[in-house]
């Protein structure tokens, strides 16, 4: 059964920097889709980076490029990573993990079948 499991996120002040975790299971022998999407109070869920799991393709959202990074980690190839950096108070939102099977492409606004919990992640100015 797939699943994805986040940690990290919590309370910084505006510049500081963030690392939220995403550990998946159930996709061990398939190719998907990886990502992050955030819904801040009052706004529609937003899509900030996906990532094809075979690391072909990253995509991020204008907002995050250039201070948000997705990695794998490359010894426990389950275990992806969302370092945010230079972050601004409208970063503030719970931040999801979310996948689906890989189909072709990655795209930020995919419809995605699997979800982890969420995890907070609140910027002060």
């Known amino acids: 059964q797939e699943q994805l499991v986040e940690s990290g996120g919590g309370s910084v002040q505006a510049g500081g920097s963030l690392r939220v975790s995403c550990a998946v299971s159930g996709y061990m022998y398939s190719r998907f889709c990886i990502g992050w999407r955030r819904q801040a109070p009052g706004k529609e869920l937003e899509g900030v980076v996906v990532?094809?799991?075979?690391?072909?393709?990253?995509?991020y959202a204008d907002s995050v490029k250039g201070r948000f990074t997705m990695s794998k980690d490359n010894v426990k190839n389950t275990l992806y990573y969302l370092q945010m950096n230079d972050l601004k108070p409208e970063d503030t939102a719970m931040y999801y993990c979310?996948?689906?099977?890989?189909?072709?492409?990655?795209?930020?606004?995919?419809?995605?079948?699997?979800w982890g919990q969420g995890t907070q992640v609140t910027v002060s100015s």
């Open positions: 990532m094809d799991s075979a690391g072909s393709t990253t995509n």
């Open positions: 979310a996948a689906h099977y890989f189909w072709g492409t990655c795209g930020l606004h995919d419809q995605y079948n699997y």
